[in-house]
């Protein structure tokens, strides 16, 4: 059985697409990667596009950047594919049983390069790593349930707009989607596998709960007071950390952990608080808010560093406000630190509360620095819980591959 996994690069979606590529090529599976952009990555199972198509990236990122100029900012990201690459020529792509989807917007996949994809009848698994491929647009809803019944008029937008780009997106994916029965969704998170199947998009599609794939032999805990050493921070002072890509992202709610550090300023027993972050867009202004001293590390690129961080830290805090499966809290879990998260998303997936992390109410800061003082008290330990185990999300894409490989050859033996 010959797998491929598109994905926008290597770091897109949490490295998910090159986790669960390793996983599978150490269980004997033939897979392969195609991605959009080039890696620092010395594998021949990878296969990079070509300058043309980062050129055609880009220009999409200008048109989305035009197309999104007058978006109302705390939604989030809006993409509506308009430019994309045709890979379904590729021998990677012909020769595979299976073709696996992750993050391929910017500029790699747009609807027609997708139909073409699945006109190929190969089994097409879309692993959603947010909400884009069930709504008009969006890669987050927040709290509109227009992708229920049909997205229109959308908050993103300013006017009142019927007939708007989520609109028009809604109704190609519609279409698209009622044309073929060959895509398969997977959803790393319960809470977006329990939106597949109410939204009117996806609503009667197979779909699964599989959550992303981590190399715990890289991500486990080591002495805290080593690492935090390695880092030039005291060994008593207490931890706190917050990650993600951009720090000042709409969906990863820094402003709430920013209020619950000045709640923990007034508790005089915590005055020994560090905080630790690492993600891009830290810039003065947040530096300004946080009470506590602050080591910033900027954008991590490799696991060493990024474990090395965790394995620092007292109390990961992921104050995101919508989330699926954030690659931050397992990888913490791995590393043996508790995490304090709201009760959001796939957050509680990876949260037991009060057992190795602490869910807080949504949109309460208060309850957040309520968790970090639990976490610290009770000194909390980090555990992974069993289903984010390796060798248990590789058996289930492997049942799931092997059911789809034998439905293609029955289909082909019975038309013989």
């Known amino acids: 059985m010959k797998v491929v996994q598109l994905q926008f690069s290597k770091e897109s979606a949490g490295s998910a697409a090159l986790r669960l590529h390793n996983a599978f090529i150490e269980e004997g599976i033939d897979s392969n990667i195609v991605s959009l952009n080039r890696d620092s990555i010395n594998d021949d199972k990878i296969k990079n596009l070509g300058k043309k198509s980062r050129i055609i990236s880009k220009l999409d990122d200008k ?24 890979v379904s020529g590729m021998k990677e792509i012909k020769n595979a049983d299976i073709i696996y989807l992750h993050w391929v917007l910017g500029g790699f996949l747009n609807f027609s390069n997708i139909e073409k994809l699945l006109k190929l009848k190969k089994p097409v698994i879309i692993v959603m790593h947010d909400m884009w491929w069930i709504t008009g647009g969006c890669h987050y809803s927040f709290t509109c349930e227009k992708y229920l019944s049909g997205c229109n008029n959308c908050q993103m937008f300013p006017g009142n707009k019927k007939n708007d780009l989520s609109a028009r997106a809604f109704k190609k994916k519609l279409k698209l989607y009622a044309k073929y029965d060959n895509f398969y969704l997977v959803s790393p998170s319960q809470w977006l596998y329990d939106c597949a199947k109410k939204a009117l998009l996806t609503r009667g599609k197979p779909a699964f709960y599989i959550p992303n794939a981590i190399n715990n032999k890289l991500y486990k805990p080591f002495d805290k007071n080593i690492a935090k050493y390695i880092l ?7 931890v706190i950390a917050f990650g993600a890509v951009k720090v000042s992202s709409p969906y990863k709610g820094w402003p709430y952990l920013q209020k619950a550090l000045e709640i923990l300023k007034e508790d005089k027993s915590f005055s020994n ?11 003065k202004q947040i530096a300004d808010t946080i009470p506590f001293k602050t080591k910033f590390m900027g954008y991590l690129r490799d696991d060493y560093s990024i474990s090395l961080a965790y394995n620092a830290t007292d109390v990961f805090v992921a104050p995101s406000l919508a989330d699926n499966q954030p690659t931050t ?15 959001v998303g796939g957050i509680p997936d990876m949260i037991a509360h009060k057992e190795n992390g602490y ?16 976490c610290i008290t009770n000194k909390i330990k980090g555990k992974m819980l069993p289903v984010f185990e390796k060798s248990e999300v590789v058996k289930k894409h492997i049942e799931l591959m092997n059911s789809l490989y034998t439905q293609v050859n029955n289909k082909k033996q019975s038309l013989q």
Do not use: W
Request: proline share 1%; hydrophobic share 40%.
């Open 359 to 374: 869910l807080a109410e949504y949109k309460n800061a208060d309850d957040i620095a309520n968790g970090i003082k639990f």
């Open 63 to 86: 048109l989305k950047s035009y197309i999104n100029r007058k978006n109302i900012k705390q939604y989030g990201s809006f993409s509506y594919p308009v430019l994309g690459i045709d």
């Open 232 to 238: 030039n921070i005291d060994s008593n002072d207490i």
């Open 273 to 283: 608080i560090s905080v630790l972050i690492f993600g891009s867009g830290y810039n």
């Open 329 to 343: 809290v397992v990888e913490s879990m791995c590393c043996g630190t508790a995490v304090v998260g709201f009760d």
